[in-house]
C-alpha cells in the first residue's frame, strides 16, 4: 500500500497536467476568463520601451484579443488614455478587425464627450497666503484670468487636492466672503462679496444651485363655487404650485446656450410624501429656455425652474430631491473669414457650415480714424430640422467680428435689422475702432494672469505708445460645435415655504 501510494500521486498529477495542457492549447474554458476575479488578467501593456503611439496602438490590437479578459484590460486603459488615446481609436476605425472596428466605435464617443468636459482642477499646498496670492495661484493653475473686487489682502489659509475648479472656488468664498458672480460672455471668472450658496451640486465644470422655493396660491372669485352660504372656496377657482428655482453656471471655456426644464427622479418631504408632479416625464422637458438678457445666446449662467407638488400643508421640508437638468453646451469655436480684404468686398457671398453670407455694402473703411465702418449683410440659415427658431439671428451678435491685418478687434457698436424671416435676414453692423489697451478707462493690472479693476499700477518704466490699428481688413465669423449634457443634482433639506 505505502509504494503504491506515490504512484496513485503521479498518475493523479500526470492526468492534471495533461487536461491543464488540453485547455491551455485550446484556449482555455471561455467562462474562466470572465468569471475567475481571483486569477490575474493578462497584462495588455506592452515592453517599456516603446512610445507612447506604439503603447495605444498595442492596446487597439487587444482590443480583438480572443481573451476576454485582455480585451476588457485594453478598453479600460483607453478609456483612461487622454488624447493620446483618443487618436488611436480615431485611426482604429479602419483598422481590418472587424471586432476592433466596433469596440473603437464604442469607446470614441464617450472619450471624446469627457475630455471636452473635462473640468479645470486644482492643487493647492494648504498654507497662509493673501487673497491676492490665492487667486494668483488659482489663475496660473488653470489659465483662466480672474477678477476679485474685495479683501484681497486677507490672510486666507487655504489648500485643496485635485478638486474641480467651481468646488475651489467655492470653498475659497466660504473662507473670505466672495460668491461666484455671473459671466459677462468673456472668458473669466469673477469674485464679489456675498455668502457662499450651501444648497449646490457640481458635475465636473459645472455647478448648480437652489436658489429659491416660490409658492404661490390663488383662487379665481369669477369662476368659484363657494357652494352654501359659510363653505369654504372651492372647485376649479383655486391654483396652488410649487416651484424651485435654479442657476446653472459653466466654467468660461463651456459657455452655455441653453437649458431644458430639470426632469425630476425622486422627490420626498420629510413625512415620506411624494413632490413629484403628474407629468414628470420626457415630453414634459421639451421646450428650452434661452437667456435673452445681457450675453444674448452664450452665457455661463442660466436660471431654470421645476414645479413640485405639496402634498399637504403639514409637511415642512423637503428631505431629498433629484433630477438631471439638460444644458446645451458650446464645446468648440472656431473663427472662418467671410473676407479678408473688406473694402473690395461688396457683393462677395461665402457659405460657411450650414449659414450664407452676402456682402451688400460696406462703408467707412479708408475714411479719418475713428469713424465708424458699417457692414450691411444678407445671411440665411439652413435650418430644415426646425425653420421656425429665429435664434441664430440673436447669436450674430457674439459670433461675427472685424479686425485689422494684425487681429487688433474693432468694437462692435450695434446692429439694425432689416428684412427678415425664419431662415433669412438682413443686418448691418457698426464698429467702432478698437481701444489700445492703455487708454481703458480703468485702470487695471495685470500679475500673472490675475486681474484686479481698480488697484493703481505699481511703479515702473512708462508703458510703450499703444501701436495705432490698422484698417480693418477682415470679417470673421465663428462656428459653434454644441454638445447636449446632462447635469445631475441631488438637493437635501431644504425648507418648505
Not at 136 to 147: H, L, N
Not at 240 to 268: D, H, K, Q, Y
Not at 341 to 363: M, N, P, Q, W, Y
Not at 441 to 470: C, E, F, Q, S, Y
Amino acid at each position: 500500500m505505502r509504494a503504491g501510494k506515490p504512484r496513485f500521486l503521479r498518475r493523479l498529477l500526470l492526468c492534471g497536467w495533461s487536461v491543464g495542457m488540453v485547455l491551455r492549447v485550446s484556449g482555455g474554458a471561455s467562462g474562466q476568463d470572465a468569471a475567475a476575479p481571483s486569477a490575474r488578467p493578462p497584462k495588455p501593456a506592452p515592453a517599456n520601451n516603446l512610445t507612447s503611439e506604439e503603447t495605444f496602438q498595442a492596446l487597439i490590437e487587444d482590443l480583438g484579443s480572443s481573451q476576454f479578459a485582455r480585451r476588457e484590460s485594453a478598453a479600460d486603459a483607453l478609456r483612461l488614455g487622454g488624447q493620446s488615446a483618443l487618436k488611436a481609436l480615431r485611426r482604429a476605425q479602419n483598422h481590418p478587425d472587424a471586432e476592433v472596428r466596433r469596440r473603437a466605435a464604442e469607446l470614441q464617443g464617450p472619450l471624446e464627450a469627457s475630455l471636452r468636459l473635462a473640468p479645470k482642477r486644482v492643487s493647492l499646498e494648504r498654507k497662509s497666503r493673501t487673497l491676492r496670492a490665492t487667486l494668483e495661484e488659482i489663475s496660473k493653475s488653470t489659465g483662466y484670468t480672474v477678477e476679485a473686487w474685495n479683501n484681497l489682502e486677507q490672510q486666507v489659509d487655504f489648500g485643496c487636492d485635485n478638486i474641480t475648479l467651481l468646488e475651489a472656488v467655492d470653498q475659497l468664498g466660504r473662507l473670505t466672503g466672495t460668491v461666484l458672480q455671473q459671466g459677462y460672455g468673456d472668458d473669466r471668472i469673477r469674485l464679489g462679496a456675498g455668502n457662499c450658496p450651501p444648497l449646490v451640486a457640481y458635475d465636473g465644470p459645472f455647478r448648480l444651485v437652489a436658489t429659491s422655493l416660490q409658492q404661490y396660491r390663488n383662487i379665481d372669485l369669477a369662476n368659484a363655487n363657494p357652494g352654501s352660504p359659510g363653505a369654504s372656496v372651492s372647485g376649479p377657482g383655486r391654483t396652488e404650485t410649487l416651484t424651485l428655482g435654479m442657476a446653472i453656471f459653466s466654467e468660461p471655456r463651456l459657455p452655455l446656450l441653453g437649458v431644458n426644464e430639470p426632469r425630476l427622479t425622486e422627490a420626498w418631504t420629510e413625512d415620506g410624501q411624494s413632490l413629484l408632479p403628474p407629468a414628470n416625464d420626457a415630453a414634459n422637458t421639451s421646450r428650452r429656455h434661452v437667456s435673452r438678457y445681457g450675453n444674448g445666446y452664450r452665457s455661463q449662467t442660466q436660471m431654470a425652474n421645476v414645479v413640485l407638488r405639496r402634498p399637504s400643508g403639514s409637511s415642512g421640508s423637503i428631505k431629498t430631491i433629484s433630477g438631471v437638468v439638460s444644458c446645451l453646451v458650446l464645446v468648440d469655436q472656431k473663427q472662418i473669414p467671410i473676407t479678408t480684404e473688406l473694402a473690395k468686398s461688396k457683393g462677395k457671398s461665402i457659405d460657411i457650415a450650414s449659414t450664407s453670407f452676402t456682402i451688400d455694402e460696406v462703408t467707412g473703411v479708408g475714411d479719418a480714424p475713428g469713424k465708424p465702418i458699417t457692414v450691411k449683410l444678407s445671411v440665411r440659415e439652413k435650418n430644415n430640422d426646425n425653420p421656425g427658431d429665429y435664434t441664430w439671428m440673436n447669436s450674430l451678435y457674439q459670433r461675427l467680428e472685424l479686425t485689422d491685418a494684425e487681429g487688433n478687434k474693432f468694437q462692435n457698436q450695434g446692429s439694425n435689422w432689416g428684412t427678415s424671416g425664419p431662415n433669412f435676414a438682413t443686418i448691418t453692423f457698426t464698429f467702432g475702432p478698437p481701444i489700445p489697451q492703455q487708454n481703458a478707462a480703468r485702470a487695471k493690472v495685470n500679475i500673472r494672469g490675475l486681474v484686479l479693476p481698480g488697484i493703481p499700477a505699481p511703479a515702473a518704466k512708462p508703458a510703450p505708445a499703444a501701436k495705432p490699428a490698422g484698417p480693418p481688413t477682415k470679417l470673421l465669423y465663428t462656428t459653434w460645435e454644441t454638445m447636449d449634457h446632462q447635469v445631475p443634482f441631488t438637493f437635501k433639506d431644504l425648507p418648505l415655504p
